[in-house]
């Protein structure tokens, strides 16, 4: 897999400087339209969209992940299994695989033009209208924690790239591991070892994190900054609303 997923690849396009909140809401409606029409037009078209705006935000060949083998044999495993229900399953099940692929797409197209600071920002001010929303429990009134939810997603992001690595890292570790006997060879068990580790160095790190959020003062600032959309926003807001309109559209007449 590609070493930068989920991490912001520096550059200077539209895409990048597009609000945070608005590629957010665009990939929200693209997942919506394609839910509801998963038709090969729809696929295809979608496909082109993402080809477009991956040209407009003049993104490296190299941020492209490459996908190791078990995965495309599972796909293929996927369709063998589909095969004796009929041709008709195994079209919906290829559907399903490009709309899997197609919203990973967007995802990292996300990824790779926003600033991880600029997240949290961004769903805080999304779920604002959340706030309205009180009851009373206890005789204590209580509201959306809207801001909590935005910060743990915005470290849940943050955090994933560091586990990726630090997995990398332990199992490169582990297979420079010398081998003292055969049967020490025969009683491991790579993948309990790679996770105890890993839960290990995350409890550790995650430790780390709180101290050093709470020594700045809590995770208040995380949410502080929300930006606000501009007149690109608007125009981009406005395609995307225009491709799903036009996808609706067409799914009725026809």
């Not at 991956?54 to 078990?70: D, F, S």
């Amino acid at each position: 897999m590609s070493g930068i997923i989920l991490r912001e690849v520096p550059g200077d396009s539209v895409v990048h400087r597009l609000w945070a909140g608005t590629k957010m809401i665009g990939v929200f409606a693209v997942s919506m339209v394609l839910m509801f029409i998963p038709d090969w037009w729809m696929l295809g078209g979608t496909a082109a969209f993402l080809i477009l705006v991956w040209l407009l935000a003049k993104l490296p060949v190299g941020t492209l992940p490459r996908l190791p083998w078990w995965v495309w044999a599972g796909i293929a495993l996927g369709a063998a299994i589909n095969a004796p229900v009929g041709l008709s399953a195994v079209t919906r099940y290829a559907q399903v695989i490009v709309f899997g692929f197609l919203l990973l797409g967007f995802s990292f197209l996300v990824a790779w033009t926003t600033p991880m600071g600029a997240v949290a920002p961004a769903l805080a001010k999304l779920g604002a209208p959340l706030r309205r929303i009180h009851w009373t429990r206890g005789g204590v009134r209580h509201s959306v924690p809207v801001d909590e939810w935005a910060v743990v997603v915005a470290l849940t992001l943050r955090g994933l790239p560091l586990l990726i690595e630090e997995m990398r890292v332990l199992r490169a570790a582990r297979k420079l591991r010398p081998k003292d006997s055969l049967a020490q060879r025969a009683s491991d068990n790579p993948l309990v070892d790679i996770l105890t580790a890993s839960m290990a160095v995350s409890s550790r790190r995650a430790g780390e994190l709180g101290e050093a959020i709470t020594t700045r003062g809590g995770t208040g600032e995380l949410t502080a900054r929300p930006g606000a959309p501009g007149r690109t926003d608007a125009v981009a807001l406005l395609v995307v609303g225009l491709l799903c309109a036009v996808a609706i559209a067409v799914e009725i007449l026809i």
